[in-house]
């Protein structure tokens, strides 16, 4: 296992990790960046390609990716380019050529201990608009069964659940909350005055896309539980962005994608489904282990031949993100969006459709 100082060295952060700022001793025990060193930050700054010309405000469609991460796709691009005739092709343990037949497993354990989750419980997907689809068709309902969502989804996230109700009969219900949201309660009153006998599905954005809004997601997947409804988290947004832990949340599944927040190379995602409820999800794409649960993550990865490369590229980004450590990463999101929030506020004719209250916002801010 690397140490902190190790690992802050290969990205070239060490130096910014020694007292060379005149911090006291009890500080240099801990010499670690505040959100607002803007030395620590520019340095990080310094490992994304970039132009330094460039100021970039769209994480939340594609990322921008960290030198390592082009560097380590590309290389591995090289790699395959040159030996792929020295591919060994049966050795399971080799997931060096293709991604989409082998388990994955070392990624998955990444992704897993990043969301509090088990590898078993992961499986890797190009997309949010994967994993969500996965779940809308691969859940029994029958008709007339209720899948409620709130009217702010985004398309790759509802749209799998329109297709179950045109398909099958199933009832596709969304529910309308104001824009901007005036405090959780408000959200949360809303959702669960909508719940009926009926509902057996509640997809919801963790945090929706057009507000930047976390919803009180932990609340109500605990009131849906109470009602037997199956819930699915939509979390376009927030990994790399926010702190997840789905079993602290409890919900039954939870669709992430790495190509925004995270830095990622585009064609990366992820579905977590609870262990308990796998065998509850048919798989929608079904190679040779459709219906093996031995390993019920691997059962959704093993899609047919995919894009080794952009693992290699999501891999980076992951040992990119811890090396700084997600919590320093999600407070200096967190005091940027707030200082953008708080400055913007002041002007008389902005219009913030972000939430009114703050604990609900991190880094997207709507205007
Ligand atoms: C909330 C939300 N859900 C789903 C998606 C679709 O994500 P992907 O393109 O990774 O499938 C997005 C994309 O912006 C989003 O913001």
């Known amino acids: 296992m690397t140490t902190r100082r190790a690992a802050l060295k290969s990205i070239g952060l060490s130096a910014l990790a020694i007292p060379a700022f005149g911090l006291d001793a009890k500080s240099q025990i801990n010499p670690m960046p505040t959100s607002n060193d803007p030395t620590y930050w520019n340095k990080i700054r310094d490992q994304f390609m970039l132009s330094h010309d460039s100021v970039f405000f769209n994480p939340g469609t594609v990322g921008a990716m960290p030198r390592v991460v082009v560097e380590r796709m590309t290389q591995h691009l090289n790699y395959i380019g040159e030996h792929v005739a020295d591919w060994a092709y049966v050795d399971d343990n080799k997931e060096e050529f293709i991604s989409g037949y082998n388990n994955l497993m070392s990624i998955r354990t990444k992704v897993a201990n990043l969301i509090h989750a088990s590898a078993a419980e992961i499986a890797m997907t190009d997309n949010v608009t994967n994993g969500m689809s996965y779940i809308a068709n691969g859940l029994t309902l029958q008709p007339g069964d209720e899948m409620l969502t709130t009217n702010q989804e ?11 109700a045109k398909r099958y009969g199933a009832v596709f219900k969304t529910v ?6 005036k405090n959780s309660q408000e959200a949360y009153d809303i959702i669960v ?18 507000s930047g809004a976390i919803l009180p997601v932990k609340e109500l997947c605990a009131e849906a539980k109470k ?8 979390g376009a947004q927030t990994v790399g962005h926010i702190a997840i832990d789905v079993r602290d949340l409890d919900c039954d599944a939870y669709a992430g994608c790495f190509h ?11 579905l977590y489904v609870k262990q308990d409820h796998m065998k509850d999800v048919w798989t929608t794409i079904a190679s040779g282990r459709w219906d093996n649960h031995d390993d019920e993550g ?7 031949t995919g894009n080794f490369p952009v693992l290699k590229g999501l891999d980076a980004s992951l040992d990119f993100h811890n090396e700084i450590g997600p919590d ?15 400055g913007l506020r002041k002007i008389n004719k902005v219009k913030i459709y972000s939430p009114e209250e703050e604990a609900m916002c991190a880094g997207i801010t709507v205007l």
């Not at 985004?154 to 179950?164: I, R």
């Not at 925004?260 to 992820?270: I, L, Y």
């Open 227 to 234: 009602r037997g409804i199956f819930t699915l988290l939509d």
């Open 298 to 304: 691997f059962r959704f990865t093993q899609r047919g």
């Open 328 to 342: 320093k990463v999600y407070a200096r999101i967190k005091f940027l969006g707030l200082r953008l929030r708080e």
């Open 176 to 181: 309308v909350i104001p824009k901007p949201i």
């Open 260 to 270: 925004k927040w995270m830095g990622a190379p585009a064609g990366t995602g992820f």
């Open 154 to 164: 985004h398309s790759g996230g509802q749209s799998g659940f329109m297709l179950k």
């Open 193 to 210: 005055k909508s719940f009926t006998p009926k509902t057996k599905v509640l997809m919801l954005s963790h945090m929706i896309s057009g």
